[in-house]
């Protein structure tokens, strides 16, 4: 079983900065393209950024400049870190792995969430 537990969230003040984590369990991780998606209320989950198998990252026009996408593959996490945050940011953020295509494998798995609140 694919298992993935975001932590970092919380309450921030405008300006400021936060790091999440999402640690997996259960894959073969290397092979994963990992994603931070994000959730506010009334609106639609929206990729945040996403990092390949090879490290290649993908952003988020709103995010580029402020947020960077990492991993460590010894330690199976993924990290989103995120600054000059504003109220708009506020959201639930949500971890996602899948393989890389080619693999033969099929699984599309998410966290649990985590709460970013910014604000004064």
């Known amino acids: 079983q694919v298992q993935l537990v975001e932590s970092g969230g919380g309450l921030v003040q405008p300006g400021g900065s936060l790091r999440l984590s999402c640690a997996a369990s259960?894959?073969?991780?290397?092979?994963?393209?990992m994603g931070w998606y994000r959730q506010a209320p009334g609106k639609q989950r929206e990729l945040v950024a996403s990092i390949s198998s090879g490290r290649g990252t993908n952003y988020a026009e709103s995010v580029k400049g402020r947020v960077a996408i990492s991993r460590d593959n010894a330690k199976k996490t993924v990290y989103l870190q995120m600054n000059s945050l504003g109220p708009e940011d506020t959201a639930v953020y949500y971890c996602?792995?899948?393989?890389?295509?080619?693999?033969?494998?099929?699984?599309?798995?998410w966290g649990q969430g985590t709460q970013v609140t910014v604000s004064s």
């Open positions: 259960g894959t073969r991780f290397s092979i994963n393209v």
């Open positions: 996602n792995a899948k393989p890389e295509p080619g693999w033969g494998m099929r699984y599309d798995v």
